[in-house]
């Protein structure tokens, strides 16, 4: 063994090494507690002036990671957030965990892993290892990462280690973590591999090594188009369901009684979040480069994103059935998270669904106890950064809309009042199911309209529905 692989190992193994997180969002902050919570030193970096003072003062901008983890961890000694690119030559190990957005032509966004190579590159240091852990295509640690190490003078596998690691992070989920839930690593070499799994291993209860970086790149990819692919075949059974006048809810729970071969997953207003709707298609763009359409992920991306207009038109037809046009209609969209019990509102249908229906005129306000107020220029394809501000779900408001669409199934809102106190309901995540019959009619995602008229959602039987997305 060499010998600087053998002093990484070790300072691994007691602790002594210094762990550095580059990028410090949803994926980055909770790995750094978990490294600090193991006994590791911690310097999180980050471009961000302002996440990194309000870590500095003991804050936490992630609703997975407890202001009091961060306050414990800086009183320790263990963590320091800084924008001092210069804090990482001082890392041993360090896992980047920056954006991989697409561009406006959806390939692609590779500025923020490019910058914060460089970074790490500037800093590099014989004996250290740096694992990639954003959602990629296969091949961007080869390509991007190990040039830009070498061009430094280190030898990736000897002098340096360099492997990826996919993040599988599920915010809001109250059973799986950054610490129980798996962690699959890919090396450039068998000791980089080597390396990174005894890093992982000391806070991540269950480390799988594979065999390639290009492996670990593509286990996160098959993940993510898995779930967009079903979730695209459950979104089109839904369409299916509407036109053939079938509650599409109680199909689902009976068919999940099967106890093998079928695992389920549940229609909506369409995908949202930082992952589902974009990984994806960095698998799509890498085999355009090698020639080859992939004909899954576009046909799940395109019934996907076709969802909201879905949505939208059921609004406009539940509307007429009441006299009514969308144009000048008040409407109160319930849920603007891309999932539930969550505060992350990146590529969230609800932004389309409001939008859409503002573009036909409607008056729509929100309500979202995760976002009491947002700005429609904060997100991707933001418009005029309007704030908006959320209303109460008081009887009143409900009484004065024409219409309330449920597009994000908060565990904490109360469905029964919405069913009393509105008209016009649409509930696109079959939220309504536990209520009893109110004054509202309540119209299904996708139910024939006329079976559903005057019922609450069909009666699918009475369990809810996961989040999608
Ligand atoms: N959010 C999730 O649920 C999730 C789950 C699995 C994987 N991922 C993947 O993890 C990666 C990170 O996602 P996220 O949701 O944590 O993003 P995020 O936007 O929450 O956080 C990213 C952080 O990186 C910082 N940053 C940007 N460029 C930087 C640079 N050059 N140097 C240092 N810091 C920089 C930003 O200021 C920001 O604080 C993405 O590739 C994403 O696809 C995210």
């Known amino acids: 063994m060499s010998a600087v692989k053998a002093q990484l190992l070790s300072r691994i193994q007691d602790r002594s090494a210094t ?76 896992s980047i965990a920056v954006p991989t957005p697409l561009s406006k032509t959806r390939d692609p966004d590779m500025r923020f892993v490019q910058s914060a190579t460089e970074a790490i590159a500037r800093n590099a240091h014989p004996g250290m290892l740096a694992v990639l852990e954003s959602t990629t295509y296969p091949g961007t640690t080869r390509e991007v990462m190990q040039p830009k190490l070498e ?23 109250p059973k799986y973590h950054t610490k129980n839930t798996p962690k699959v690593v890919g090396g450039i070499t068998a000791a980089c591999t080597e390396v990174a799994v005894a890093l992982y291993s000391s806070c991540i209860d269950t480390v799988v090594p594979v065999s390639t970086t290009e492996a670990a790149e593509l286990v996160k990819l098959l993940e993510n188009t898995f779930r967009s692919v079903n979730i695209g075949l459950v979104n089109e059974m839904a369409i299916v369901c509407e ?19 079928f695992m389920k997953f549940t229609p909506g207003p369409g995908i949202g979040g930082h992952c589902i709707p974009l990984d994806p298609h960095y698998l799509a763009w890498k085999m355009r480069t090698l020639n080859y359409k992939t004909r899954f992920i576009d046909l799940a991306s395109e019934i996907n994103s076709e969802m909201p207009a879905f949505v939208v038109e059921k609004v406009a037809i539940a509307l007429n059935d009441d006299r009514k046009a969308v144009n000048g209609s008040r409407v109160i969209v319930v849920g603007v998270a891309y999932k539930k019990d969550i505060d992350d509102i990146r590529e969230s249908p609800a932004l389309d669904v409001i939008r859409l229906l503002e573009e036909r005129g409607a008056d729509v306000v929100h309500h979202d106890p995760f976002i009491p107020r947002f700005n429609d220029g904060d997100h991707e394809g933001g418009g005029d950064h309007r704030e908006r501000i959320g209303v109460d779900l008081s009887a009143a408001e409900l009484g004065k809309a024409d219409a309330v669409v449920i597009v994000t199934d908060h565990s904490q809102i109360d469905y029964q009042q919405i069913v009393d106190d509105a008209v016009l309901v649409i509930d696109t995540r079959n939220a309504t199911a536990r209520a009893s019959r109110g004054r509202a009619r309540v119209v299904s995602l996708a139910a024939n309209r006329k079976l559903a008229a005057g019922a609450v959602s069909g009666g699918a039987s009475a369990r809810k529905p996961t989040a999608v997305g």
């Open 151 to 173: 061009e430094r003078g280190l030898t990736v596998g000897q002098d340096v280690f360099l492997a990826f690691s996919p993040e599988r992070v599920d915010p809001g989920n």
């Open 243 to 261: 036109k053939l006048g079938v509650n599409v809810w109680e199909v689902i729970e009976a068919a999940a009684t099967k106890p093998f071969g």
């Open 19 to 94: 762990v550095g997180i580059v990028g410090l969002g949803y994926v980055g902050l909770p790995l750094a507690m978990e490294f600090a919570k193991a006994g590791f030193h911690v310097i999180g970096y980050d471009v961000s002036d302002r996440v990194c003072k309000l870590l500095m003062r003991g804050e936490s901008h992630i609703q997975d990671v407890p202001a009091a983890d961060v306050g414990a961890m800086l009183k320790a000694g263990r963590f320091e957030a800084t924008t001092d690119e210069s804090a990482l030559g001082r890392c041993d190990a360090i």
